[in-house]
Antibody, heavy 118, light 113 residues
Framework: QVQLVQSGAEVKKPGASVKISCKAS????????MHWVRQAPGQGLEWMAI????????SYAQKFQGRVTMTSDTSTSTVYMEVSSLTSEDTAVYYC???????????WGQGTLVTVSS | DIVMTQSPDSLAVSLGERATINCKSS????????????LAWYQQKPGQPPKLLIY???TRESGVPDRFSGSGSGTEFTLTISSLQAEDVAVYYC?????????FGQGTKVEIK
């Protein structure tokens, strides 16, 4: 069955960067786009970006352009998301999720809590 | 960006009664070439990732109970829980996948009255 396993919680200082991983299994890695969605404490879902693992092409919400980078490693079936210039507003649970054709998301990782605090 | 607006923000429904959640998009998410609405619904319980309930506005994901149904077209959509069960207490989100960014509604919290 499809599994998306994310890296563990992170605590970062303002201005730092964080890189989160999402390892996929149970399907052919290059056939499904991967999304990143975040959720600040007590808030709703915020879609951030999408990557095509087969060629590494990515699209970002304008809010995150230039500050977020998604990459994929087909040899390990892993997608990465790096967020730079962190502020307290980036404190959130970050989810990877995939689904057919980059449309809806039918499988989700367990989430990675990123806390930004001085 | 397409803005998704849900209503109400929260609702309390008695067990066994109907719950209705509305979702409006700032522009149509109906793709004319295939006559499909690029709209999904998710359920999220505390401490869990979201769970896909419905895609193409009305197609139920495998394993989702048939008390959940989706309807609507163009810019206005509805998620209906026909007979609310205790395990349906959650926050529900709509999402458009017509274009990027794949925006979500703000969420609707469903509770037991």
């Amino acid at each position: 069955q499809v599994q998306l396993v994310q890296s563990g919680a992170e605590v970062k200082k303002p201005g730092a960067s964080v890189k989160i991983s999402c390892k996929a299994s149970g399907y052919t890695f290059t056939t499904n786009y991967m999304h990143w969605v975040r959720q600040a404490p007590g808030q709703g879902l915020e879609w951030m970006a999408i990557i095509n693992p087969s060629d590494g092409s990515a699209s970002y919400a304008q809010k995150f352009q230039g500050r977020v980078t998604m990459t994929s490693d087909t040899s390990t079936s892993t997608v990465y998301m790096e967020v730079s210039s962190l502020t307290s507003e980036d404190t959130a649970v970050y989810y990877c999720a995939n689904g057919p054709g980059g449309q809806w998301q039918d499988h989700w990782g367990q989430g990675t809590l990123v806390t930004v605090s001085s | 960006d397409i803005v998704m607006t849900q209503s109400p923000d929260s609702l309390a429904v008695s067990l066994g009664e109907r719950a209705t959640i509305n979702c409006k998009s700032s522009q149509s998410v109906l793709y004319n070439s295939n006559n499909k609405n690029y709209l999904a619904w998710y359920q999220q319980k505390p401490g869990q990732p979201p769970k896909l309930l419905i895609y193409w506005a009305s197609t139920r994901e495998s394993g989702v109970p048939d008390r959940f149904s989706g309807s609507g077209s163009g810019t206005e959509f509805t998620l209906t829980i026909s007979s609310l069960q205790a395990e349906d207490v959650a926050v529900y989100y709509c999402q458009q996948y017509y274009t990027t960014p794949r925006t979500f509604g703000q969420g609707t919290k469903v509770e037991i009255k």
